[in-house]
């Protein structure tokens, strides 16, 4: 019957597949995705984990039956999507999960490749912080989130002395070196709330 289901509604894929191309969040994705599963296959939770991303978790509580899907794409790992349930999967609902699944890859894949190229346009290659555009946008909007409630906003900018005598003495190699360990001696210090920035050749904005 499931199957007959999914071949009598083929649109469900070709409106998935839709679907998922309208956007490039990954959140958004995995709940658009989950919501066309759940017309055809029931579950409690569905979770979707990947590398560098916090996990996705659909429902509230996990059942004692799962069944587990990685994806891959090109040799690039998309995370690993997991439903469960109290009930035992059936054979005909895993192999429609599996079918449905084949249209999140592409959408997946998608929204990684831009992700990264955001967080590279926002990032100074060098030392790893955000540069001068990813402060722009941050302190514009850590303004406006101070300003609605009604919290204190305390803004550091910080340089290195005399900079320019360690490139001209030690070369900039080692200009380079002492930028990135500045870095990382902040970034230490640093709560996990607070923002650092490379606000342009030796200075640096907290």
């Not at 959408?107 to 722009?136: F, H, I, M, V």
């Not at 406006?144 to 005399?162: F, G, K, Q, W, Y």
């Amino acid at each position: 019957d499931l199957n007959k289901s999914i071949s009598d509604n083929n649109d469900i894929i070709s409106r998935l597949t839709r679907r998922l191309q309208t956007t490039l969040d990954c959140s958004d994705i995995i709940h658009m995705f989950a919501s066309e599963v759940q017309t055809l296959v029931s579950f409690d939770q569905m979770k979707h984990e990947a590398s560098n991303q916090s996990p996705i978790t659909i429902g509230d509580k996990s059942g004692v039956h799962s069944c587990q899907y990685n994806l891959t794409m090109d040799e690039t790992e998309l995370g690993a999507i997991t439903f469960s349930r109290k009930k035992r999967f059936l054979e005909e609902e895993l192999s429609i999960i599996e079918r449905l699944a084949s249209t999140l890859v592409f959408p997946l894949r998608n929204a990684k490749l831009y992700q990264a190229a955001l967080q590279s346009a926002l990032r100074d290659e060098l030392t790893g912080c955000g540069n001068k555009r990813a402060l722009d946008a941050s302190l514009h909007r850590e303004a406006e989130l101070a300003t609605r409630h009604n919290t204190p906003l305390s803004v550091l900018m910080l340089d290195i002395d005399h900079f320019k005598h360690v490139n001209d003495t030690y070369g900039h190699l080692a200009g380079d070196s002492v930028l990135r360990d500045l870095a990382a001696t902040i970034k230490k210090c640093a709560r996990g709330s607070d923002l650092c920035f490379r606000y342009g050749g030796e200075e640096f904005v907290l």
